[in-house]
């Protein structure tokens, strides 16, 4: 009798969880058709088509080459990080999470941040790693990101002002910049402070006096921190590996946006092509899903004030779009392939769309 009990009882849990599995994919899924959906709904995909019509196979292929060398670098800083902690960690796997994380990123409400908890859950559950150290992997990742990101900033404010947008003088440029100067040295300045041992975000949590500093997501933030401290003071090489490698990435994105100028016969001055592609950057800041509408109001205005024609201005948005949906599509193709097979860990694959400010790749 007891054992029938039992078997009954393993029956009935063994149904249950079950059941919870497929609501569990279910919903997910209907998530990430949702994302894409609401990405392509307002998406002019007969304009990008038109516009891709008119460039050559092999420009098309040189920008698809461009774009999988970025992503490839990008996942290769992650990948220099990440083998610190786990030195049998394949390179090639990583890539398709950070499309996943691109595709999540992309459709979701926010500056192109949000798919970032894919990176720690794939390394907890696929490597073992504990959750404290992918974690600290993903802000060492972040952080050096945005130093690349603000390296790139820099770069389009030189150019701005030797295109002549903003004054190169006076005390309003200065005041209008000062915000921008300040995100623009923090990130280094943060390294450095890892570096000397000193954790500015547990420190600055510590200081506010609403925050307990006995609860679990405070003790984790500076575990995780003093983790990403670590790796700044006892791998320095891989330090300034995937600092190199980081820069590289931002430099072949800027590069690929002198291509697409280049293959639409938009001629303009290297600093007026760098003023331009930073008024795109910025458009990605816009809480919005892939900065939709910021991204083509900053383009042609832009293109506008170097006397170049709207419909060459919509051209560069459409192929940037046409990019950016080819890639994100594809990233929420895997990441659903990484639920389906289970990647993430038994299904409990959990996305995020909690946002802040970032890079757009």
Sequence with gaps: MNVHLKAKGSACYDMKAKTLHILRLVAIYTVLVGLLYFGLRYAPLRDIWKTLRQL????????????????????????LIGKVEKKD??????LGVRLSVFGISYFTLGPQIGGEPVQVLYLQRKYKMTYTRATSTVIMDK??????NFFLLAVGLMGIFQAGILPKDGSRAFVSLIGLVILLIWPPIHIILL??????????LRALPFIKKSARSFRFIAASERMA???CRRHL??????????????VAMVGEFFLVTNFLKINLSFAQTITAWTAGWLAFLVPLPGGLGALETSQVFIFGVFDVSVASAIGVTLLIRARDLLIGGLGLLIASRGV???QYGDGQFHLSITNSSGGNK
């Design 340 to 342: 389906q097979n289970k």
């Design 56 to 79: 050559h196979l092999w420009q098309i292929a040189v920008l698809l080459g461009l774009n999988f060398t970025i992503y490839l670098l990008v996942t290769l800083r992650w990948w």
């Design 229 to 231: 401290g670590t790796f």
């Design 237 to 250: 090489s891989s330090l300034i590996s995937a600092i190199f490698v980081s820069l590289l990435a931002a």
């Design 143 to 148: 952080l050096l990101e945005f130093l690349a």
């Design 89 to 94: 960690l394949p390179l090639l796997p990583l």
């Design 195 to 204: 570096y000397r041992g000193k954790y500015p975000i547990a420190s600055f």
